[in-house]
């Protein structure tokens, strides 16, 4: 887990099937401020491609994380684009 930051908001997608963790994160999105994060867990094989590459394809910086549980954790920074 990534530790001493402020989390804004927090998205436990673990149980959920892509396409619905990606479609949660892009409204969630819309719902920060420049500078927030955003923390979304994942363990869907499908979010762990797709959530990335719609964030890389809109310049979106983001950290990856592995879990205990061998979940993923995407830590998002909403900046201005």
Do not use: W
């Not at 363990?43 to 394809?57: E, H, R």
Request: with cysteine; hydrophobic share 35%; aromatic share 4%.
């Amino acid at each position: 887990m990534i530790k001493s930051m402020v989390i804004s908001k927090e998205y436990d997608a673990r149980h959920e099937k892509c396409p619905l963790p990606l479609i949660k994160t892009k409204l969630l999105l819309k719902q920060l401020e420049d500078g927030q994060l955003m923390r979304v867990l994942i363990g869907d094989s499908g979010s762990y491609t797709d959530i990335p590459k719609f964030l890389s394809s809109k310049n979106i910086q983001f950290k990856l994380g592995v879990l205990k549980d061998d979940s993923t954790e995407i830590i998002i920074t909403k900046s201005e684009l």
